[in-house]
């Protein structure tokens, strides 16, 4: 029941844009997103909530799709701090209180 | 600032030994969490609690147990190490449900 992250690995310069997407099998009530450094922790970055709206951090930015069951993280004009691994962490309507996080998408921007 | 600190950034350990890893959070969080984090397999729940002496299993709880006596300390027990145990484990804790959840540093643990 883990969620499905694509790409598992994306390559960009500094300026070009990326999606990442994040599909679940089961009806999901929220989607988390968080980047990973090299070496930390995961920071949190957004939630998206069943009936939300589309949310924005800067020039991250991500959609929820509730009847195809999964979100979309937008990063635009990226930044070389953009760098790191992402992952989605989902909520399912019939489960509380936890998190099941994909497995990832490691992502790099270059000069 | 919400922090979340783990005794331990990197650990080494032989098989069967008994293994704690401490968690502390200093924002009166509700929720609680264990994660190990495996290259290609993303972070996989072993454990959480949403009260004091409240734990539920998650995904791979086979080889782990937890506790949790005090609101800001969640411990995580391997009961005899073995091997496949080598891991990134990281520690989190949130406020409700549908919260930020905030991570510790991570505790590297080898089993030799």
């Known amino acids: 029941q883990q969620p499905v992250q694509s790409p598992q690995a994306v390559i960009l310069r500094e300026g070009e844009d990326a999606v990442i997407n994040c599909s679940s099998s089961?009806?999901?009530?929220?989607v988390h997103w968080y980047r990973q450094k090299h070496g930390e922790a995961p920071v949190f970055l957004m939630i998206?909530?069943?009936?939300?709206e589309q949310k924005g951090h800067e020039k991250i930015s991500a959609s929820f799709n509730e009847k195809k069951q999964q979100s979309s993280l937008y990063l635009t004009a990226s930044q070389l701090s953009y760098s790191g691994t992402y992952f989605c962490?989902?909520?399912?309507?019939?489960?509380?209180?936890?998190?099941?996080f994909g497995s990832g998408t490691r992502l790099l921007v270059r000069p | 600032d919400v922090k979340v600190t783990q005794s331990s950034r990197y650990l080494v350990k032989r098989t069967g030994e008994k293994v704690f890893l401490e968690c502390v959070q200093d924002?009166?969080?509700?929720?609680m969490f264990w994660y190990r984090q495996d290259p290609g397999l993303g972070l996989r729940l072993i454990y959480f609690?949403?009260?004091?002496?409240?734990?539920e299993k998650g995904d791979i709880p086979e080889g782990y147990s937890v506790s949790r006596e005090k609101k800001e300390r969640f411990s995580l027990i391997l009961e005899s190490a073995s091997t496949n145990q080598t891991s990134m484990y990281l520690c989190?804790?949130?406020?409700?449900?549908?919260?930020?959840?905030?991570f510790g540093p991570g505790t590297r643990l080898t089993v030799l």
């Open positions: 989190a804790s949130s406020s409700g449900t549908t919260d930020t959840q905030y």
């Open positions: 089961k009806a999901l009530y929220s």
């Open positions: 998206l909530l069943k009936g939300g």
């Open positions: 962490g989902t909520e399912y309507l019939d489960s509380s209180y936890k998190l099941i």
């Open positions: 924002m009166d969080h509700e929720n």
């Open positions: 609690s949403y009260d004091v002496k409240m734990k």
